[in-house]
């Protein structure tokens, strides 16, 4: 009881500058994709239907990751009833409660007491572990309780915790994490078939959703070099898994965020002495982490940003660490002093929250989604152009925008709106096609930003905004 305190306490240290200001990690896709959706849920949610998108995305559940999720399905209820900036605080506390499970889970799996602490600490903190989207956050949770229920070779609970895991986790996570799942059957020549109805219990419609949404999204048409295009892994960079670094930059066309796989010298060290058949996922994780070959060998099987994969190469080098740790066979106050260091060490990953360079942006969410000119687009029967960061997906505020423009899009719409494979976030007409007849059909009758050409376009008596006088 006492290690889950200690667990606990340095959650609290690790956190505090977000627990004492949950506002400033109003970013990103936090706040442009897991807020907007969890508002829009929640509207539906209330009502007992299942959560649609007209506004936005279309086919909402074949796209949208975790809504699913029953944690988010109560979270985005209750945002039904609380204020938007209160909302904001309450998916803060969706990300950081998973957070501390995560920790509080690999305590379990690494054998409780010092050693299990220890443990705790360099998977929970671990580099790639703090991110601030829910998406990766609540999959990392039920990545730990996937494999704690595979040590106890309990195959209802690894039931459970895949589902839990294709219902909230981006397909890149739970598709490789399958992959591991696969090869430490083969070690152990243990089969868990009756989690296969589980899964399909809990999860199966989910993956049935995006199953078919996938097959006229653009993922299925993506080649080898659509998918290592950026987010290629230099073989030298996995030094910074024990050497921390203040490189705040993109890599490789990725920000620094995710390629964040630091871990400690200490962790670095032990791991040298572990054994086990995690070298050999951490040798297979660090080469399809590249890019090259081996990616390039097995394509059809791997989505993009070949990154994801260093992942798991640093959870296999946790448990190495660990591993080696425990065959020191230390006394407890020598165990003490390593766990102490290495908590101090780990400190260095909590600068990884707020992002740089979005943390200069950040303000309360009320701020941008309860604006009047908000509230007048939402009544509007008609598409609007060119949304700002970060209200530009519309649905939390019932506005009808020129579709889901993302990485993931329909190729039908990426064709008709003229968009590359890899999508793009806030779409504006005029930087990819031709003012014209496509654009009064496709009933965009209100736009924001520079005045367009053509002369149908007035300006709003009341609104920085134009409108299209055709429509």
Known sequence: MYYIIAIVAYWLLFFHKIIANPYIIASSEALTYDFPCMIHSGKYWRKGKLPQDPYHFKDYLGVVIGQLYPLNILYSYITTYISLNAAWILQVSNLLLHNLATAILAYYLFGQGLIGLFGALVWGFAGYHIKQNLWYVQGFTWITATILAMEYQSGI???????MLYLCANPRFSIYF????????????????????IVLAISGYHIYRQWRYSRGSVTASRTYKNKVAIGKVPLWYYFTMFIPTGYQDYIDGVGYQEMAYYITPIAGFFMLFGRGHCWILLAVAILLSTGKQLFKTFNKLMMRFPQVWGYFAMLGAIVLAV?????????????SLIVLATAILLLHNSKLLPLYPFAQWTRKPSEFFDTPLLKFLGSQPYRVNNLPYPVYR??????MTCGYTGGNHLKSLGKFLNLPIDGIGQYNWFDWKEDGKELDNYRIKYHIGQQPKDSKWVKHDKFDLWVNTKI
């Open 157 to 163: 609970m690894v039931g459970i915790c895949l589902g």
């Open 394 to 399: 519309g649905n939390a505020n019932n506005i």
């Open 323 to 335: 591993d080696g740790l425990r065959r020191f066979e230390l006394g407890q106050i020598q165990l």
């Open 178 to 197: 399958t992959y591991c799942c696969l090869g430490f059957a083969l070690v152990r020549w243990w089969f868990p078939l009756e989690a296969i109805p």
